[in-house]
């Protein structure tokens, strides 16, 4: 694939060119030319199946909500994605829990999305099993999120995106101060 920017021979060029390439032209500038793809004798698998059926979900969903949610028009502001790009990861792509921290019974949680985490739900749940106390943590900067436990136990952090995505993660504190951390990365 080459990828041309600002040369006088293709400017405006776009569509098919022959039988085997096509231009088209990206949001920042670019002329990108290559050649088409040859589908005529394909096969899918069951995962690539279900890729698709998720695409289109995110399709569907990103139609939507990138005329109505404006943060998804603010987050394509000086990139060369455009609202609708940016819903479309939004959808696939959900929040991650970086780390959990235990401080006597305060928990600050940090988690990040790449949109953004609208809310982050904190469970204290009981050895035996017992949902002991459950609330909203509190948003500090977008990322560090707070509560206040008035119990000790498992705790079950959950964080939600724009798009309904959810992660959770649990933790079990083993002293006054203790810390999860996520290993992964994105």
Sequence with gaps: MA???????????????????????TKDGETIISLKPDFSNRQFSEAQLEA???????????RVACKINPIYAEKAEGTSKNPYNV???DWLKGPVI?????????IEVFADDNVKVTRVT???ISDEGKRLEQAEAQSNQGILW???????????????????????QEFSPSGSNSVWKNTKRR
């Design 122 to 124: 904190v469970t204290i």
């Design 87 to 89: 819903a479309v990861g």
């Design 3 to 25: 990828k041309l920017k600002g040369n006088a021979v293709i400017s405006g060029l776009s569509g098919n060119l022959g039988k085997n390439h096509y231009a088209r032209h």
């Design 146 to 168: 707070h509560y206040q436990a008035a119990n000790r136990g498992l705790v079950r952090v959950e964080a939600w995106d724009f798009a309904g995505n959810v992660t959770r």
């Design 98 to 106: 970086y780390s959990i921290k235990w401080d006597d019974g305060h």
């Design 52 to 62: 698709q059926s998720n695409m289109k979900a995110a399709a569907a969903y990103a």
